[in-house]
C-alpha cells in the first residue's frame, strides 16, 4: 500500500499543470518601478501586457517571440536582476465535482449550463457545494435524516430506495412497538392519514424526495441536494390540521428519542419539508397556531423546517398564508424561482414573510413509476432548501458541531 501511495505521489508530481503559453507573470524587486522595468526589456522578446498588483510588483508580461517557449521566458526573466520572482500563469479550474447519473444533465437547478434555455450559472451551485462534502454524517458521525412530510412517497423507487430511513429498532408487521417510541411498526416513517406505519406512494412525495436526496453519482436517473442522507417519509399533507400535525410530531418525536438515547433509538432528524397549506390562512390567528407552535417545538430541538408558499402571485405579508404566512424562526419559507433566477409569475412572494427564493420551475426529479418527471411550484423550490439544511450539518466542522451540541435551537439560528 505504501509503495502504491508513493508511486501515485510521484506521478502526480509528473503530471504537468496547465498554463498559458502566451504569458509569464513577474514580480518586480520592491525598488523598480514599472517604467524602469519597461526600458529594459527587450521589446522584440516581450511587452508589459498589464499591472496584475500593483502594491506587490506583479505584472502580466506577454511574450512576443516565436522563438522563445514560455518555460524559456520564465527562465531568463527569473535571472533578471531586476525581477524578483517570474512564473508561469496557471489555469485555475473552479472546485466542482459532478455525479455520473445520467439524468443529471438535465437537472438545471443544480447545475444550470443553459441546457433548458436559461441563464447559465441561475443555480444552487450544486456541483461547488458536493467538492466540499456529498452528505450523509455529520462529523461527529451522526447519521442525518431529512423528514419529507408529503402526500407519501414510492418506498421502492430504485433512486430512493439506497437513501431511504429505515427504523431498526422496530419489527415490521408483527403488530408491536419494538422500539416502545408511541408508534407501531414504523419502518420508513408514519402515514399520519391512517396513523399507521404504511406509507403510501404519492408521485409528489416521490417529486420532493427526489429533490432532497435522490441518491448521486449512482449511475442512474438524478442526483439529490444530498448524494447521500436518510429520507423520512411522513404521509400527511392534506386532509386537516390534525393530521399535518401528527405528521410533524413523529418527526420531533425522533429526534427527541435520538438525542435523550444518545443515538441508540429515534432518528437524528435535521430538517422536515413541507410542500402543502392552507392558502390565506392568519397563521397568527388562533386557529393555526399549533402548526406556528409545532416549527418552534422542532426547533429546539435542532430541526429548522423548510416550507413552500402558495402558487399564486399574491403577496403574502397582506394575504397571509399557513405555514409561510407562520411567524416561527425556526420555519424557512420558499418562493419558487425559474431556470432565469427569476421569481415564477405564479408564486406567492412577501418583503417580511418569505425568506428566499429556490428553483421550482420545471424540475426534474424522481416519480412513481420508478423513473423521473418534471414538475413545477413552489412544491419543488422548498426541498432545495430542506435538502441544503441538510447539506450543511453534513459540511459543518465538528468543533461547530460539537459547539452547538447542546444548544440545538441556537444551531438551528445559526444554519438558518
Ligand atoms: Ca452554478
Ligand atoms: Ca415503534
Ligand atoms: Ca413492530
Ligand atoms: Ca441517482
Not at 450523509?136 to 430512493?160: Q, Y
Not at 397549506?277 to 429546539?300: F, K, L, P
Request: glycine share 10%.
Amino acid at each position: 500500500m505504501r509503495i502504491l501511495f508513493i508511486i501515485l505521489s510521484v506521478l502526480s508530481g509528473m503530471i504537468a499543470q496547465d498554463y498559458d503559453p502566451n504569458y509569464v507573470l513577474v514580480k518586480l524587486d520592491p525598488d523598480v518601478k514599472k517604467s524602469e522595468f519597461r526600458s529594459i526589456l527587450d521589446p522584440t522578446k516581450y511587452a508589459i501586457e498589464k499591472t496584475v498588483v500593483r502594491r506587490l510588483g506583479i505584472y502580466k508580461i506577454r511574450i512576443l517571440s516565436d522563438q522563445l517557449t514560455t518555460q524559456m521566458a520564465v527562465e531568463e526573466l527569473r535571472n533578471n536582476p531586476w525581477v524578483e520572482k517570474a512564473q508561469l500563469d496557471h489555469k485555475v479550474t473552479t472546485r466542482q465535482t459532478f455525479p455520473d447519473d445520467n439524468e443529471f444533465s438535465s437537472q438545471w437547478s443544480k447545475h444550470n449550463t443553459g441546457q433548458s434555455g436559461g441563464t447559465p450559472d441561475a443555480d444552487i451551485d450544486a456541483p461547488e457545494a458536493w467538492d466540499i462534502t456529498t452528505g450523509g454524517l455529520t462529523a461527529l458521525g451522526d447519521t442525518i435524516v431529512v423528514a419529507v412530510v408529503d402526500g407519501g412517497m414510492m418506498l421502492t423507487h430504485p433512486d430512493l430506495a439506497p437513501n431511504l430511513w429505515t427504523n431498526y429498532n422496530e419489527i415490521p408487521g408483527n403488530g408491536i412497538d419494538d422500539d416502545n417510541n408511541g408508534y407501531i411498526d414504523d419502518i420508513h416513517g408514519w402515514d399520519a392519514y391512517d396513523s399507521d406505519g404504511s406509507i403510501p406512494s404519492n408521485g409528489h412525495g416521490t417529486h420532493v424526495a427526489g429533490i432532497i436526496g435522490a441518491k448521486g453519482n449512482n449511475g442512474s436517473q438524478v442526483a439529490g441536494v444530498n448524494w447521500n442522507v436518510k429520507l423520512m417519509a411522513i404521509a400527511g399533507s392534506s386532509g386537516t390540521s390534525s393530521t399535518v400535525l401528527e405528521a410533524y410530531g413523529y418527526a420531533l418525536d425522533q429526534r427527541a428519542l435520538y438525542d435523550s438515547t444518545n443515538g441508540a433509538l429515534g432518528a437524528f432528524v435535521v430538517a422536515t419539508n413541507s410542500s402543502f397549506g392552507v392558502n390565506n390562512a392568519d397563521c397568527s390567528s388562533a386557529d393555526y397556531s399549533m402548526w406556528n407552535d409545532m416549527y418552534d417545538a422542532m426547533g429546539e430541538y435542532g430541526i429548522l423546517s423548510a416550507a413552500a408558499t402558495m402558487n399564486n402571485n399574491s403577496n403574502v405579508d397582506n394575504t397571509g398564508d399557513v405555514p409561510t404566512g407562520c411567524t416561527s424562526d425556526y420555519m424557512i419559507a420558499v418562493t419558487n424561482t425559474t431556470h432565469n433566477d427569476t421569481k415564477n409569475s405564479g408564486a406567492a412572494f412577501g418583503a417580511t414573510m418569505i425568506d428566499l427564493g429556490a428553483p421550482g420551475t420545471s424540475i426534474l426529479s424522481t416519480y412513481t413509476g420508478g423513473g423521473t418527471s418534471n414538475l413545477s411550484g413552489t412544491s419543488m423550490a422548498s426541498p432545495q432548501v430542506a435538502g441544503a439544511v441538510g447539506f450543511m450539518h453534513a459540511a459543518m466542522s465538528a468543533g461547530f458541531a460539537n459547539y452547538f451540541k447542546n444548544n440545538r435551537a441556537e444551531r438551528c439560528w445559526a444554519a438558518r
